[in-house]
């Protein structure tokens, strides 16, 4: 007697097998949640029963200094949107370029290469807020013609250099993660170096580098608060000028608000596409 | 350039040398391969196949010796046409290598577009002429991790073959390869054997070696122990190593 052999798409699952594992991920689920309701009383209970609440309560979390705030901070952050938005391109091209010329090999380019590598070293090296110190009130002192002295350009020009120095490294490792028998292929069909690199390796290491590279962004747009050391008033600075004059610090809960209602999104979306490219490289197996 | 017909040395290899660090790999060795013949190198991994396969394409650089084509292309010269031997020479690795951001079609015509500067029309017609006489074409559009080894494989070939090469070096191809997906691809080396192109291949596929090739070279630490016709390697080996290791590879 022959076995019966079901089709190639049967899925079989034990009936009795089914309703427990459902049975299983419901109560899951309430645990899950019971848990999670609990943790979140005794920490209310925790900090609403501290001896300081009250006062923290008034200076913090004041819902009529916050509306009365908030539009000005929300204004005051289109500045900080900009500044991210005028960066984000520059350190992209700047961050390629420089970990480009770090890969030349030819003997001519020496000179590419050792400014590459000190750029990096020294802009790596030096916290980003120190930068913008001496940017923006170095250039400006130079009084050189030509040069401008706006406080929000050296800002900007500095923030631009801090992350242009560590995206180049982002993308110098993306270029290192390409495996070298992709460009030996590539060239034993004859394509130039140059060819290799723009055709086969930079693709694949754009693609290798785009969830680190998003980090540094989300990082970067909190970044954009530190410009507020040299006087523009972008979101941290409004909240400061608030917070001063009504000696409240509500206006500071607020800005933070607003920097976590970009972040987040930001957050999740850079998860996602590193999940996706792990799931990716996975599925991808031997090239 | 086309090859002299039944020239014995269409690749003149030349007292080759070549060490990686202080290890070496090649050591003096010297073989000819006749045009429009098959050349079959075997031997223990380490032996130096795969080596001298990349230095006939100048993948590697020797260290001393000469390999000419056609007594006219020098692959060794110090100021050698690395554009011009790479066209002349095609190589397909055991790893295929596909670039995986590529679709099929992609990978086979990036060559012939930027290389050959051929148009995108005709680059993509003569493509699609190599996928169907592959029976590959279904799989043009897709991406090469939709693809499984041996068509991976086969289609590392066409994208060596789309560059119209004269030689196609071939190295260790089936290693990596389930055994059951061997066959197709041998099937590939084996129609191009009998379209007249001149092939260099290492491989440990005995049983295929003896079908298929003109000439059988047992290389060991580097040099060509012995050599001649499959029927004289395999079926009366001259020395005690080349025994030695048919028996352990049978």
Known sequence: MNTPVPGADTVFIDPLRRERSRKKARRDALIGIAS???????????????????????????????????????????????????????????????ALSRTIKSPIFLPLRVIATLYVDIFRGVPTILIIFLLGFGMPALQLPGVPSDAIFWGTAALVLSYGAYVAEVFRAGIGSVHPSQTMAARSLGLSSFQTNRFVVLPQAVRNVTPPLLNDFISLQKDTALVAVLGPIEVLRRAQIDTSSNFNYTPYVGAALIFIALTIPMTRFADWMAVRSARKRQAGGVT | ???????????????????????????????????????????????????????????????AGNIVVNSELDVTAFNADLDAIRRRIGIVFQSYNLFPHMKVLENITLGPTRVLKKSKKESVEAAMQLLTRFGLEAKAHDYPDRLSG??????????????EPEIMLFDEITSALDPMLVGEVLDTVRELREGGLTIVMATHEMSFAKEIADQVCFLRDGIVWESGTAEQVFESPKRAETQNFLQRVN
């Open chain 1, 36 to 98: 999670l309701f609990g943790f979140v009383v005794i920490i209310v209970l925790l900090v609403g029963r501290s001896s300081g609440w009250e006062a923290v309560q008034k200076t913090f979390f004041d819902g009529d200094q916050f509306v009365e705030s908030f539009p000005g901070l929300l204004q005051a952050f289109w500045l900080n949107v900009r500044i991210f938005l005028i960066a984000e391109p520059l350190i992209l091209i700047i961050g390629l370029l420089v």
């Open chain 2, 1 to 63: 350039m086309s090859p002299k017909r039944g020239s014995e040395s269409f690749i003149n290899v030349d007292q080759v040398w070549k060490s990686f660090d202080t290890h070496p790999v090649l050591r003096g060795i010297s073989l000819n391969v006749a045009a429009h013949s098959a050349t079959v190198l075997i031997g223990a991994s380490g032996s130096g196949k795969s080596t001298l396969l990349r230095c006939m394409n100048a993948l590697e650089t020797v260290d």
């Open chain 2, 150 to 163: 041996g068509q991976s494989q086969r289609v590392a070939i066409v994208r060596a073959l789309a560059m």
